[in-house]
C-alpha cells in the first residue's frame, strides 16, 4: 500500500511523496515526488532534484541521479547506474527503477532545490515482494496406531523461495490446527538463501478412529503488494491403526441415483486397522453369502430386484457389528403411447393422445412434431384437424431427478379429406402479351393423395412440364401458348372431393416498333422503290398505247364524250391497290377487254 506524506520546507516548496512503494521482485518501481512552490508569482527558473538511496546497513545514503529541466545525470558506480531514469511533468518529477532486486528494498530520498525559491526533501521507502513456490506436502507411509501415547508425525510441508518469509498453517478437514500439548506440535524449519526464504513445517498429531476418514492439508500465506495471499496444499488422508469397533457400508459408485443397467459397488469398512475380511449378504437373506472382492460387492448389471438393504459383517469380531446401506434401483419402463402406430382422422375432428411410462422415479412427458415442441405432459390435444396436423408425434418422457433415464414412443396422424388447393386464391386473373408462353401453377394436398387434371380452353398449345407428388402434397405446372384469351381449371380430386383453381388470362396484341433507320437499309429501299414506279409507268404506257392501236380511245369531239359516257356506266375501270395479285390482273384486263354491257346488261 502507499501513503502520501507532505514535506515543506522554508514555506516555499511543497513536496508530496507515498510513506512506501510496493513492487514484485524483477518489476519496474515507479517513486513519484511531487512538488511545488508555494509562491506563484515567484517561479524560479532553475530547480534542481536529486534522488539519494539509503546505504544498507547503515544510516547514510548515496546519491543515485541528478536533474533539472535541461539534463539528467545519474551516477556512477552504484547500484542503480544503468537500472534507473527520472522523468519530469507538471506535478513534479518520477524515479523509475528497472529489474527491481531484493536489496533494493530500502528508503529513497528526494531532494528539490529551488535557489531562493526554497527546497524540500521526502523519502519513500520501496518494499519487495517475492510470491513463493506452492506448497508440497508429503504424508507418512506407515499406518499411525491411536494407542501412541504422544502425537505422532502425520505429515510435512514445503514452501520455496519466498519473500518476506512466508507463513504456514495446517488443517484437518478445512479446520486449522493449532499448537496443543499433547495433541498437536508443529515444527517449523526456515531457510535464508540467496536474500529468499524457504520454510518447513512438520505436523505431528495424536490420532482417534475418528482420523481414519480425515483429510489433512497446508496453506502458506505471503504478502504481496498491498494485499496478503494464501495457496493451499492438496490434502492427505493418513492411515490410523485401532481395533474395530464399527463397520461401515457404502455405495461407492455411481456416484447419485442408481438405475437399472448400472453396475454397482458397495465398499465395506471397519473402524479397525489392519481391517478385517468380511462378507455381504442381503437382509432378507442373511444366510446366502455374496461373491465379494475382500470389502468391494459388485452387482452388474442392476435390476430393480436387486434394491434392497445390504450387510457386511467382519470376521474377527460378533455378528452384531455389522455395515448396512440401502439400495434402491430406478427404472424406467418403455413409454406407451395410446393410439399406437398410425392413427386416422377426418379433417376437423379431434384427438386425445396419450403417453405413459412406469417409473420408480417422478417422470416429465414432451410431445415433438418435426423437432417441434407441440405438447408437454402425458396427454396430447389434436382438435380441429387440418392437413398440417398429420405427422408423426414422438412424446420423450425423461426423469428430471435422473436424466439418464429416458424413453420415446410415437404415433402417426394421418387426416384423411378431400383435396385442399394451396398457393392463395382459386380464381387467378392474369394479363400476357400474345405469342408468349405462360406456367399456370397448381398444388393440392389432401388423404389419400389428390390428382391435377386441366381443361384449358383458348389455346391448342399447352403441355405439362412440372407433375411431382409426395406423402401429402401433388404439385403440377402446365406451359401454356396465349394466342387469344384463354381459360384453364386446374382440377384437384381424391376419393373424398374435387377441389378447382381458375386461371383467366386476357391476351394482350403485341406491339412491334419500327425498326431504327440507318443510311445503307435506306439507300437499298429508295432503290427499290423507283424501280416499281418505271416498271408501273412502263405498263400503263403499253396499255394506253394498245387501247388507241384498238380505238378504244378515240381523239376529239366524239372521243371525249364517249369515255364520259362510260364513266356513267356501272362498270367502270378501277385502278385500285391491292396486295392479291389476281386481283390486280382482273382489273388490268378489264382495262384492255372494256366493257361494252349498259347499264341493265346484267
Known sequence: MCMSVCFTAWAKVELTMHESVEVYLGDSAQIPCQHS???????PSFVMIQ?????????????????????QMVDDNTDYSGRIEVTSDEQGTRLTIQEVKLSDEREFFCQVNGLAAGNAEGKTHLRVFAPPEAPVIEGVLTGISVTNEAPSRVASCEVQNGYPKPNIT???????LMPAPGHVNVLTLVIHESNLYSVQSTLEYKVTKEDKDAHFSCEVSFFVPGAIRTVESSSL??????PTTMVELWKESPQGLVKEGDTVELRCQGDGNPPSPFVFNREQEPYVDLDSNGDVLILSPVTRKDGGIYQCHPLDTSDEIKGEVQLTVHYLDPAVVVPKDSEFMLKGEDLTATCNALSSLKTSTVWYKDGRQVGKGNTLHLKDATYDTSGEYICEVTVPTLPALHTSGSVHIIVQGGPQLLGGEQEVQLEEAAGRMVNLSCEAQGHPLPSISWS???????????NKANELVTHSVVSVKVTSDISALCNASNDMGTEVKAFSIKAIPRLTSAAPFSPAEGSGVIIVVIILCLLLLAV???????LHKKGKIPCGRSGKQEITKEKTTKDDIVVEMKTNT????AVLLKAVNGDKKGPNGQ
Do not use: C, M
Request: aromatic share 16%; proline share 2%.
Open 237 to 242: 488422508n493418513i492411515t490410523v491403526h485401532y
Open 37 to 43: 512552490f508555494t509562491d506563484a508569482n515567484n517561479e
Open 540 to 546: 400503263l404506257g403499253s396499255v394506253l398505247y394498245f
Open 456 to 466: 384449358i380452353i383458348g389455346s391448342q398449345n399447352w403441355h405439362e412440364v412440372v
Open 51 to 71: 534522488w539519494f538511496v539509503r546505504v544498507a546497513g547503515n544510516s547514510s545514503r548515496t546519491r543515485i541521479v541528478y536533474a533539472d529541466k535541461s539534463q
Open 170 to 176: 495446517w488443517y484437518r478437514n478445512s479446520v486449522p
Open 582 to 585: 389476281k386481283n390486280e390482273e
